[in-house]
């Protein structure tokens, strides 16, 4: 591969040659097998030199990134430092929207050469990606269940029902049957926030209105407070726009549980770099303020 990469920037095997500091015929043999091995010719050879085939084209893509890898491999290992490279993170809306930001500032602050890959989902699909290998950590509602995953609980997040003051009704404690003629708005049906509100009907013994969804917290938020709906949201979400008087937390009963929020990742990649990232997590959480509580890392 080193052989072919340099024939491709040269345009000649004699060049390419002298760069690497071996015979041409050395060079001839090297390109021959790597054809052979792929089953295709990688240059097209003419009077003026050579150029890239169709599948050299092709095969030069591939070659460039392995040559990426290796080099984020070496610098990863000679300098000692677990964040190097890239680091694919994924994230439920209720951390990338109160935790990340101030995460990917620690980040970019104490490991300047990282280059983090975002991926902000449901708890739900999130799972599937960290399973399918497509993501190194994630962070998320619902904890990972099996064998194959290091779970920590980082911070418990307190939720509640939120309303425009014109949809606030009267200043007494609501149940049930008092959002029954209410338009809610919640996250699909994979979110816990989906799931939250069910139970929550069911446990009075109500059957469950029908739910208007969006599948961005951000756009949830927006929607209650032009008075669109009312909704279950986390309490870190919206401490601006409580004390701005653009909405209002309802007094229901009973009150939810807090959300847990997990940082999670595949076993079989536990290092360095996982806990860095949980670590400056923590310290994020520790500072995000009103409903949020950090959990204690145990031992």
């Known amino acids: 591969m080193e ?3 340099a024939i491709s920037e040269a345009g000649s095997f004699r060049l390419a040659a002298d760069r690497l500091g071996i015979t041409q015929p050395s060079i001839s043999q090297r390109i021959k097998e790597f054809e052979s091995a792929l089953g295709c010719n990688l240059f097209v050879r003419g009077k003026g030199g050579v150029r890239l085939s169709e599948s050299g084209q092709i095969a030069l893509q591939y070659v460039q990134r392995g040559f990426d890898v290796l080099q984020e491999m070496e610098r990863r290992l000679s300098t000692g430092d677990p964040l190097t490279g890239s680091l694919r993170l994924g994230a439920s809306n209720t951390f990338a929207l109160s935790c990340l930001p101030a995460l990917l500032a620690a980040l970019e602050q104490r490991h300047p050469t ?16 960290l399973d399918a290998q497509k993501l190194d950590i994630v962070f998320l509602v619902d904890a990972p269940i099996g064998p194959g995953y290091t779970v920590e609980g980082l911070a418990s997040f307190e939720i509640a ?3 425009h003051q014109a949809l606030s009704g009267k200043a007494r404690t609501l149940n049930a049957l008092d959002f029954l003629d209410r338009r809610i708005v919640t996250m699909p049906q994979s979110s816990p926030f989906h799931n939250i509100i069910g139970e929550w009907f069911a446990a009075a013994k109500i059957p469950l209105p029908a739910l208007n ?9 927006r929607l209650v407070r032009m008075g669109a709906a009312v909704s279950v949201l986390p309490v870190c979400l919206v401490t601006s726009e409580l004390a701005a008087g653009n909405i209002v937390r309802l007094r229901a009963s009973p009150t939810f549980s807090p959300l847990t929020i997990y940082a999670a990742y595949r076993t079989k990649a536990q290092g360095r770099t996982s806990q860095v990232v949980i670590d400056l997590a923590r310290n994020v959480i520790a500072e995000a303020g009103d409903g949020v509580t950090p959990i204690a890392v145990r031992g």
Do not use: G, K, P
């Open 3 to 5: 052989a072919f990469l």
């Open 114 to 129: 990282l280059h983090v890959e975002l991926t902000i989902n449901n708890s739900a699909a999130l799972r599937q990606l």
């Open 161 to 163: 029902w939120f309303a």
């Open 213 to 221: 969804t969006c599948n961005d917290m951000a756009t949830l938020v």
